[in-house]
């Protein structure tokens, strides 16, 4: 199973990135050198999932 997309727009502590990591695919934004081509390249996996 895969993990879920989290669209991380900001930095966060050093000591938080492996539990984040582990439970979820984390997508920097802030990290991105190109971030419209970023968001257009993920755009697919950052759309709400409705059940």
Known sequence: MSKP???QVGPYPDWDHAPLD???DMRR???AGDARAFLDL???LLQPHHA
């Open 5 to 7: 997309v989290v669209l």
């Open 22 to 24: 582990d439970a979820f």
């Open 29 to 31: 934004y802030f990290e």
């Open 42 to 44: 993920d755009n697919v």
